[in-house]
């Protein structure tokens, strides 16, 4: 344990080394928020419309929620896991004393503790410019479930990034192509990290429903928002569980796999 | 005319080899292509539920927002199959190896800017042209409106050639590309909707500063017949001076360029 406290330490330092990068990184997903809070901001310029089943408030406070899910759930270092793959790197960590699993987990949590805060700070300022009415969820055990569902949501996340990042032990090559396909275009839409996904007919919301997309960002959200029951959250959560479980064998499975066939190309 | 062949012919060179290049990777230009393509329909999915719940987006119909989507969609793409070398210039400037690109007979900022244009997005764009084509027409544009757009367009085009340089001649001052091209992105990201979503002063930035506005939504007004005449005009304006701009800039950072690391 005491070692990978360590990681943690030296990655949340490691961030900023390259303090450009890292704000360019925040500044990136402000510009991107901007997009989306002033179309809906737009769609509900009067402030008695109710749509798709939100208020102004609500929408609002969605948006704002982007921003503190995506910092927790979608802001992960173990997008580099492709990349050590790729060119042979993975054989210093084979040689050390580590668990490669935990060692990108823990970086990924330190990256998270980082982005929170910066994300915290970026509401804050946003909020001071925009003056949206936001929902503020008073019941505490939204709050908790909330939380458990942000909570299980890394899981979820960091399993299918790192499931994505094996794709070098089969194709080298296909590394970033991999990476873009998954955390660009599936991820950025299918979680509702760039719209609600209930504006979405209802089939096609239920076949989202059967991935785990939706549980990344989508789902907790309505989790704080109130818009699910009691018996709806704890069905959520425990589907979010399974999906843990079910990603945990695969990425073992591939793990195992991957390995037989490391030829550690490039060292 | 003389000279204007023969870039062309060095263009044509440089294109058959980067799409050569790509062509050696099926599965990377597959996996590219794929995800493009799904992320284009994705948000047209979400576009065309957003409006048929909303009805409309600031006073705009459903088929409008559409042609701004595919407007701001044909100038990104066109840039980014032209201006593809821009992202790889990184690491040209850090390793010195800019040094050979000066030391050519080709222009340097051709070769930096068009030196490697990419298959992928030209594979994408005559799908939204024929879309362009099909919403457009449903607009009910005249001849004068079509004329104007396309003008518009071009100029829109240029405006996006100028960020471009800008982000070169930034590079080789700052050394950093990455981010400032993905920003540049992020900002253009900004008229995939009319700028008249934007509140002030955000809509005046995105009009003037950054004319994203002229870029995309001027273009696409003068289709259906919104444009202004001020807008047309600023539009002319803004290109002679963002492509100047460009250049000087350009030139001040070649002068900087220190050949590092050759």
């Given at each position: 344990m005491k070692k990978y406290w360590s990681v943690f330490k030296i990655s949340f330092v490691q961030e900023f080394v390259y303090k450009a990068n890292f704000i360019m990184w925040r500044v990136r997903n402000v510009f991107q928020i901007f997009i989306v809070f002033f179309l809906w901001d737009s769609i509900f310029a009067d402030p008695g419309r109710e749509l798709f089943g939100y208020n102004r408030a609500q929408i609002l406070t969605y948006v704002f929620g982007i921003i503190v899910v995506k910092a927790f759930v979608l802001s992960a270092r173990a997008v580099d896991v492709a990349g050590e793959i790729a060119d042979g790197r993975l054989t210093n960590y084979l040689l050390k004393p580590i668990g490669y699993f935990k060692y990108w987990l823990t970086r990924d949590l330190s990256s998270k503790a980082l982005n929170f805060a910066f994300a915290t700070v970026e509401v804050g300022i946003l909020y001071f410019i925009l003056r949206p009415p936001l929902f503020l969820q008073v019941s505490p055990i939204y709050v908790f479930a909330f939380l458990v569902a942000v909570a299980l949501a890394i899981l979820i996340f960091f399993h299918l990034l790192f499931i994505t990042g094996l794709v070098p032990f089969w194709y080298p090559e296909a590394a970033w192509g991999a990476q873009f396909l998954f955390v660009w275009v599936f991820t950025e839409f299918l979680?509702?990290?760039?719209?609600?996904?209930?504006?979405?007919p209802i089939a096609i919301q239920k076949g989202l429903y059967l991935t785990p997309f939706p549980y990344l960002v989508f789902f907790p959200i309505q989790v704080y928002l109130g818009k699910l029951g009691a018996i709806e959250i704890v069905k959520g959560l425990g589907i979010m569980a399974a999906w843990i479980v079910f990603l945990r064998f695969t990425t073992n499975w591939l793990w195992h796999k991957g390995l037989r066939v490391y030829r550690a190309e490039g060292r | 005319m003389k000279k204007f062949m023969y870039y062309l012919r060095v263009w044509g060179i440089m294109s058959k080899n980067s799409f050569l290049m790509v062509a050696s990777q099926k599965m990377v230009f597959l996996i590219f292509l794929i995800g493009k393509l799904i992320r284009f329909g994705l948000f047209a999915v979400f576009l065309i539920f957003l409006l048929k719940g909303s009805q409309s987006l600031a006073g705009y119909t459903v088929n409008q927002i559409i042609f701004f989507f595919l407007t701001f969609n044909l100038i990104d793409i066109i840039a980014q199959f032209l201006f593809r070398e821009v992202y790889r210039f990184r690491p040209q400037i850090i390793s010195g190896s800019f040094d050979l690109t000066l030391a050519r007979p080709t222009n340097a900022l051709f070769r930096s800017l068009m030196g490697g244009a990419d298959i992928i997005d030209l594979v994408t764009i005559p799908p939204i042209i024929f879309a362009m084509v099909y919403v457009g027409a449903a607009l009910n544009p005249s001849i004068i409106h079509v004329s104007l757009f396309i003008i518009l367009l071009v100029n829109g085009f240029l405006i996006a050639t100028a960020f471009h340089i800008a982000v070169l001649a930034l590079g080789i001052i700052t050394l950093e590309i990455d981010h400032t091209i993905m920003i540049y992105r992020d900002l253009v990201n900004?008229?995939?909707?009319?700028?008249?979503i934007y509140r002030e002063p955000l809509r005046g930035i995105l009009t003037y500063l950054i004319p994203v506005g002229l870029m995309v939504t001027v273009p696409a007004k003068a289709l259906m017949g919104l444009a202004s005449a001020r807008g047309v005009i600023l539009s002319f304006g803004v290109v002679a001076a963002a492509v100047f701009l460009s250049l000087k800039f350009w030139k001040l950072a070649l002068r900087k360029y220190t050949s590092a690391s050759s």
């Open positions: 979680s509702g990290a760039t719209f609600p996904l209930d504006i979405l | 900004m008229g995939r909707f009319p700028v008249d």
